[in-house]
Structures are given as structure tokens and as C-alpha cells.
């Protein structure tokens, strides 16, 4: 097998990786340059989890220190500890932040924590991946899926990785897939098998397949994709958009297909393009930020005036004789911090909980995937949508149809809608109590 300057494939990916092309080669050769190639590939296993063990607390800091509330109070905590300024005990100052930021934290870790586990159902789901040794095609979870691997997917199976279509079951050497998950669009999109492939037919086996191909690095557009495909013979076959299968699409109208992976993982089409986990702020978080500068600014203003004129004001608040004015002022701004927070707390928990939000056919209720934004959902005035079916749920289900003056009908699906439109349909005056 030759590159494109006729050197050997091995070295000639060395040099690729670092430009613009990859190579991939049947996951069975026994070429150990070839493998080498190969095992330099990401793996199919995915990870978007925000936070792992050691970056946890130095990140979710981080994070929170975007709060100019939480920065205010640390930098007045740190100040208490200096003799000269200090406005009442240390230590008090120190709860209340230790305990908003412990509560955060806690919240983050739950949140994160969820996508751990859907993380790990993704890879743990199955796909009939061909094995040299059996000679056949065993069942192996998508984190075992690797770059030059043959997948064989059946009709509503979903694709683990980015695969090329090398062979169909449909005689017009094509297939249909779904990319509802890729970018909502229920309608079906035709994937066709690379040109001039020698093995089209019904004993198509991995092992007599010797070709290489030349492709494009990893990159997040979706309606792209160019390389060529290298025969044996020299022959060589332009591949495009139409012969990728891209990864959580779904296979439709289509029995079998087989295709080989090009992109696994955090390289495929479908993760470069998920950006993941980022730190989301309420549109009352952002005005509080606003508010705590407006705060600070009069505050050092106010301290400037009153070192310059030398002027000391007393204060008298209606507050315990015991409790000075600026401990009592410190209770009460981190009483309603802690509060909101709990309230935050509550407004998850009641979404979680709220029947009208549950789905029957799925058995599944509702999920907060941001638990920083919650509030922002009574503060929606508009709703735009590109088309009606993004809010009505328009399903267009097949009952009869005539052909020759011969009806054809569907009694499952007929019976389903005659039941839905009973069920929707308001009762008449002599059906009412």
C-alpha cells in the first residue's frame, strides 16, 4: 500500500498526523507499522464529565469565584484576621462562606455526577463488531470499539462511531439513517456505499477487504467529509459526505449495513461538536454580580469621604445591644445568600417532582441538567420555532392506503389513532355529568 508521495503507509501517517490527512487500514492486517497506526486513534470511549478527583476543588472554586458576592465575603473574611481592621470575631466570618460554597459544591458534584452515569450507559451499549478469531461478528460495548473495526448495524440501531458505508442489504446500495439526535430532524437522509467496491454481495466478509484510506483529520462539520479509498490494484475512489455514517445517528428502512470506523470518540463528527459542560449563570445571577460592584464602588467611596474629613459616624441600628451594627449587617446578606441557595434547592426538586411534567410512554419525568438556571424558567416571554411540529409533536402514522382500487390498511396503527382521537376528543352534552 502506498500514500500519495508513494512511501510506506506507516511512515507516511507519521508525518499526516501532523497535517491534514489520517490513515486508516483494516483493524486485521498484521502489518505491526499498520497497527501501530491504528492504536495511536483515540478509542470510542466517551467522557463529559466536567470535574474528576484531582481537579474538582480547584475548578469548582474557580467557578464559583465568579460570584463577585463570594470574592466580596472571602476578601472580607481575610480581612477580619488582621488585628487592626478587625470588625468582629474571625471565625464567624468564615461559616457562612465555607457553608454557601460546601452547598455549591455539593450541587455540582450531584449534577456532574449524572452525567457520569449517562456517560456510562452510553459506553456500555452494545454493536456486533467483527472478530478475526471466531471468524464471525461478536457483541462488544461501544468504549471497545476502535479506528479500522467493521461494524455490522441492523434497522433502529444506532451508530457507535463515525463508519464508512462499505456494504448495504438494499440492492440500490444505499441505507437511511436518522439524525434526530445530530440536529432534530426527524426526516430520513440517504447514505450510499463507496463506489467501486468489489464486495457487494451477500458473502461480503472483512477479511477479503485490503484496502486503505486517506481522509480528512477530525473536524466538527458535519456536511463534510473528503478522502479517497486506495485498492490493492491502485485503484483509487473518491469518498465524500454521502458514504459517512455519523455517530448517534439511527439506522431506518434499511435490514443490514456494515461499514468500517474512521473516527472514534471524542474525535467523531458528534463530540467535536459538543462544546461540553460549561458553568451557566441566571440572568439574576449576572444582575447580582452587577449589584455587589455597585455596592463595593459606593462603599469605597463612602470610606474615602470619611478618612479624608475625618468624620466617624455612630450608627444605631435596631439590633441586639450585643451585636454590633457590621455583624448584624454581615447576618443578614449571608442569611439571604444561604437562602437563595435553599430556594434554588426546592424549585429542583418540586420540577423533579411535578406530575403534568411526567412521560407515560417513556416512564421517564423531567430533567434539570442545569441546576444554576432554574430560575430563569419565569422569566420566558418568548418561544420561537422553525415549524409547528417542534411544539405539536406531528406524527404521521400510516393507516391505509389504496392501490389499484385495493385498500391496504393497517389495523394496529388505525385502532391507536381511533383511541388517541376518543381520548382527545371533548365529550358531547350527553356524555358530561
Known sequence: MWTLER??????????????????????SDDEDLKEVLRSYKTNQICTTKYTLLSFIPKNLFEQLHRFANVYF????????????????PQVAVIPIILVLSVTAVKDVWEDYRRFKSDHLVNRLLCCVYCRTQRTYVERCWKDVCVG????????????????????????????????????????????????LPLQDADFTPENFHSHIE????????????????HPGGLRVGLHNGNLLLRSCTIRNTETVVGIVVYAGHETKAMMNNSGPRYK???????????????????????LTAAVGGYQAQVQECVDADTSPALAGFYVFWTMIIVLQIVKLGQIYFIHQDLDLFHQQTDSRIQCRALNITE????????????????????????RCSIYGVEYPHEDNGQTHQDHTNRTKPPGPHEQD
Open 149 to 196: 473495526d467493521f461494524v455490522r448495524l441492523s434497522c433502529n440501531e444506532i451508530i457507535p462511531a463515525d463508519m464508512l458505508l462499505l456494504y448495504s442489504s438494499d440492492p440500490r446500495r444505499v441505507c437511511y439513517i436518522e439524525t434526530a439526535n445530530l440536529d432534530g430532524e426527524t426526516n430520513l437522509k440517504q447514505k450510499q456505499v463507496v463506489s467501486n
Open 7 to 28: 512511501r510506506p503507509v506507516g511512515q507516511s501517517t507519521k508525518e499526516d498526523r501532523k497535517g491534514r490527512k489520517r490513515t486508516v487500514v483494516c483493524s486485521l
Open 281 to 303: 449563570r441566571s440572568r439574576l445571577e449576572r444582575r447580582l454580580n452587577t449589584d455587589v460592584l455597585w455596592c463595593v464602588l459606593l462603599l469605597v467611596l463612602m470610606c
Open 376 to 399: 430563569d424558567l419565569g422569566q420566558v416571554q418568548y418561544l420561537f420555532s422553525d415549524k409547528t411540529g417542534t411544539l405539536t409533536e406531528n406524527q404521521m402514522v400510516f393507516r
Open 74 to 89: 472571602i476578601f472580607l473574611a481575610a480581612l477580619n484576621f488582621v488585628p487592626v481592621v478587625e470588625a468582629f470575631v
Open 215 to 230: 481522509c480528512e483529520n477530525p473536524n466538527n462539520d458535519l456536511c463534510r467529509f473528503r478522502g479517497y479509498m486506495e
